[in-house]
């Protein structure tokens, strides 16, 4: 039950299905990226991806001061459904804006 109500408050947020669904287009992502793609303040963009990753959604790759974000591989059925229903809005995706120089290529 618990898992079920932190997935359901996890996607009851415009901003984080988003985040989702561009994630979905993109792949893996710094947060550097994230930020300057959907011009969202870093700490509105990191509580939103905490909040993603706690639910299940998402999984960090820390790389030195660096985290890059991406779709979780092994996502439970609830999750997965989820995400292709995301696919399935009709969402107004911002266009991918690399950040140049700030952090490695992935």
Not at 95 to 100: A, C, G, N
């Amino acid at each position: 039950m618990q898992n079920f109500l932190k997935i359901t408050s996890a996607i009851n947020d415009e901003s984080r299905i988003l985040i989702l669904a561009f994630l979905q287009e993109n792949g893996k992502l710094c947060v550097c990226d994230l930020q300057n793609s959907l011009n969202m303040s870093q700490s509105r963009l990191s509580r939103h991806l905490k909040i993603l990753k706690e639910a299940g959604f998402l999984e960090v790759d820390r790389q030195g001061v660096w985290a890059y974000y991406k779709i979780k591989e092994n996502l439970n059925l609830f999750c997965q459904d989820t995400l292709k229903n995301i696919l399935h809005l009709s969402l107004n995706l911002p266009q991918f804006r690399k950040v140049s120089c700030l952090c490695p290529k992935e």
